[in-house]
């Protein structure tokens, strides 16, 4: 429910078979009147005790009114905007399911006084005489309206290529001018494919390709290293070939690489010019158990002294430093709390760690940024970075992302200076939400989602697109399993913009009376601000740009020269 109206997290009344109710509607129009439908059985199970006989009617006539709206599945179109945005009452006079309730209680003229003046609100933004007054008369709240209402997905398109694979993807890599794809998987498209396959032009179009067999067991990361594309996961052969948890493709074919490692390689990383592989595991013929950490010296695995007690998850190599996360409190001797860093003879621990576990690192900006789980206990993580000593989740963690104790950052992602974190959580923002894929533009704004699928994204990566992989699968016309190229959404500099989505970023926002900042603002030549129902406010050109300030309180929207539109709040 609250992939349709994050207001659903303020109820306290739903019923307990939501928690485990599967449904996968086929649109968002079926979305939607799921969605109204589930929130008049809550709606109608209310207690109406406060409520005198008259407003009791009228509060069950409206019910039946919106349980018949839901089932016609005809609701407002945005015509006019290139962003997503609430229609009160649309250019072919259809009405939303609050102004629908209205026109249908004899309320047309308060429904069309909105539409002029408040069309593109939200129903808490809406200060339109009348309103409090007709929701009192047919007993309804205003929180309780404002749940009617829905919210909207991120407006881009998940794109398949072909039908994906039968599992999971864990790492997506390119190679040769080619993309790989790794997991655990049996087949891809139509291919028998053994946990590894690549995605390549052929005469007749695309198709997937098994590459030499594959491996016995799932592969959890891919990494080009000295011209072969080294593979590491939790198998015993690959191509035939007695490898342990690591094997190289060289020429087209599986390669050993030494006597291997005991147990699950989760990373691979080159730091120092030399190969590392991260995990759970042993190096066989050592005398010191769980490594978990080893370096490939050529022609075998060595240890490296960076002994921890648990899982080491993922790895991020800088000219100067190699940090490591995972699960653990203890490495090569040092107490630690999940993450530690090497500077190839010594090993310190970035402040006092973080306290959950880190499934992925990496350096943004110059800052260290971890991916984490998002609830431990009652602290709050998710996207850590590490700023004058101490850890902090980056803005819009708190207040964007919806967390249960499942949910989490797995993997980061750094293209064009913009951070994108992948994994398995919920994020809204101003009524758009999204789940699996997001987007921090900078460190001072909040997340945008990027997408929604309901299981975990594992990874991303840029190619001529990006492109995400895990165990999701959507079943549409053309099925998205576990790979897909995310489409129609815009990076700072538009290299790969496939639609008018805006790019300009505005922070604060909400403001409180300060002047703002934007993000992204090149070739900015003016800034024309709009409220709610469309009417021009006032223009601020170049020069005046960077005195930007809100007219008053309320919301409002901001079109550029450039095409960008952004709604702005002033508190």
């Not at 409090?132 to 205003?142: K, L, P, R, T, V």
């Not at 016995?216 to 290293?225: H, S, V, W, Y």
């Not at 310190?348 to 880190?358: D, L, N, R, Y």
Request: aromatic share 12%.
């Amino acid at each position: 429910m609250r992939m349709v109206n994050t207001e659903v997290n303020h109820q306290t009344d739903l019923p307990k078979n939501w928690q485990f109710e599967q449904v996968n509607p086929a649109s968002f129009t079926e979305a939607i009147t799921i969605h109204l439908l589930h929130v008049e059985e809550v709606l109608a199970l209310r207690t109406t005790e406060h409520l005198n006989q008259n407003q009791i009617k009228n509060r069950l006539d409206l019910l039946k009114t919106l349980h018949n709206y839901a089932l016609a599945g005809k609701f407002p179109q945005n015509t006019h905007y290139s962003f997503q945005t609430p229609i009160f009452i649309d250019d072919f006079n259809t009405h939303c399911a609050v102004g629908y309730l209205m026109q249908q209680s004899g309320y047309e003229k308060l429904a069309k006084k909105i539409s002029n003046e408040q069309n593109l609100a939200y129903v808490k933004e809406i200060n339109v005489d009348g309103v409090a007054q007709w929701a009192n008369e047919h007993g309804f709240s205003i929180d309780e309206l404002a749940w009617i209402q829905p919210g909207y997905p991120p407006a881009t398109v998940l794109t398949p290529l072909l039908n994906g694979v039968n599992g999971t993807v864990y790492s997506i890599a390119e190679y040769q001018g080619q993309l790989y794809a790794a997991g655990s998987f049996d087949t891809a498209d139509v291919s028998p494919a053994n946990n590894i396959a690549t995605y390549i032009s052929g005469f007749a179009g695309w198709l997937w390709t098994e590459v030499d067999g594959g491996t016995n067991g799932p592969i959890r990361k891919l990494l080009e290293f000295n011209g072969d594309l080294i593979a590491a996961g939790d198998f015993s052969s690959a191509g035939g070939v007695n490898a342990r948890s690591v094997a190289k493709l060289h020429n087209g074919q599986w390669e050993a690489m030494g006597e291997g490692l005991n147990g699950i390689v989760y990373d691979l990383e080159v730091f120092n010019g030399s190969l590392y592989a991260f995990g759970d595991f042993e190096i066989t013929g050592s005398d010191t158990n769980g490594e978990d950490v080893a370096i490939w010296n050529g022609s075998a695995w060595d240890d490296v002294g960076l002994v921890t007690n648990g899982a080491v998850y993922a790895a991020h190599a800088t000219d100067m430093m190699l940090h490591i996360a995972g699960n653990f409190s203890v490495c090569g001797g040092i107490t630690t709390n999940n993450i530690a860093s090497y500077n190839g003879f010594l090993i310190s621990t970035p402040g006092e760690g973080i306290p959950a576990p880190v499934y992925d690192v990496i350096e943004w900006n110059g800052t260290l940024t971890a991916a984490t789980k998002i609830k431990q206990g009652l602290d709050t993580l998710g996207v850590m970075q590490f700023n004058n000593g101490n850890w902090d989740c980056l803005p819009g963690v708190r207040e964007s992302v919806y967390a249960d104790s499942t949910a989490q950052f797995k993997s980061l992602l750094i293209y064009d200076d913009e951070l994108y974190v992948t994994g398995k959580f919920f994020i809204e923002s101003f009524m758009i939400y999204g789940s699996g894929v997001a987007r921090w533009t900078n460190s001072e704004t909040y997340p945008e989602p990027l997408t929604f699928v309901l299981d975990t994204v594992f990874t991303s990566i840029y190619l001529d697109d990006y492109i995400i992989g895990g165990d999701f699968h959507i079943p549409q016309s053309t099925p998205v399993n576990a790979i897909a190229k995310v489409e129609n959404f815009t990076t700072s500099n538009n290299t790969i913009s496939k639609s008018n989505k805006s790019s300009l970023i505005a922070y604060p926002n909400p403001s409180n009376s300060e002047k703002i900042k934007f993000i992204n603002a090149e070739n900015l030549e003016w800034l024309r601000v709009y409220d709610l129902q469309g009417k021009f406010l006032s223009q601020f050109d170049k020069s005046q740009i960077q005195d930007f300030e809100l007219p008053a309180r309320g919301m409002f929207i901001v079109e550029s020269n450039r095409g960008d539109h952004l709604r702005l709040l002033r508190n």
